[in-house]
């Protein structure tokens, strides 16, 4: 017989987009995997085709697989193709996503910066 599982579960996955200083932030809670890729993959993409610049803050993130290193690669074309910007904010390096971030090496490509007060 297993024993049950104990503990606090993951957050719910949540996206807040907002203006801030002619800048649309986009802001992650939660884990960011096959099940959520496609409405932040919406939340980002939507700014940086319109010629945006888009902060998106990852330091809410519990999680992000492959997918989400794909959404963010995505939304880096596509500001290169219309004139938009994509900047990130770092999560820890310690954090399941800071690590990530270093493995798939999008740490030395994409723009990272420790808060939005940066740009």
């Keep these: 017989m297993l024993a049950p599982v104990t503990g606090a579960g993951p957050s719910p996955f949540s996206v807040t987009v907002a203006e801030a200083d002619g800048r649309v932030v986009v802001s992650f809670t939660g884990e960011l995997d096959l099940a959520t890729a496609a409405e932040a993959e919406d939340a980002i993409v939507g700014a940086v085709t319109a010629g945006r610049h888009a902060v998106v803050d990852l330091r809410g993130l519990e999680f992000m697989d492959s997918t989400g290193?794909?959404?963010?690669i995505a939304a880096h074309r596509a500001a290169g193709e219309h004139g938009g910007r994509l900047s990130l904010v770092r999560p820890g390096d310690e954090?399941?996503?800071?690590?990530?971030?270093a493995i798939s090496g999008l740490d030395s490509v994409l723009e990272l910066v420790d808060g939005p007060e940066e740009l």
């Excluded at 290193?69 to 963010?72: A, E, F, S």
């Excluded at 954090?95 to 971030?101: A, D, Q, T």
Aim: glycine share 10%; no cysteine; hydrophobic share 55%.
């Design 69 to 72: 290193v794909r959404v963010l």
């Design 95 to 101: 954090s399941p996503v800071g690590r990530v971030l």
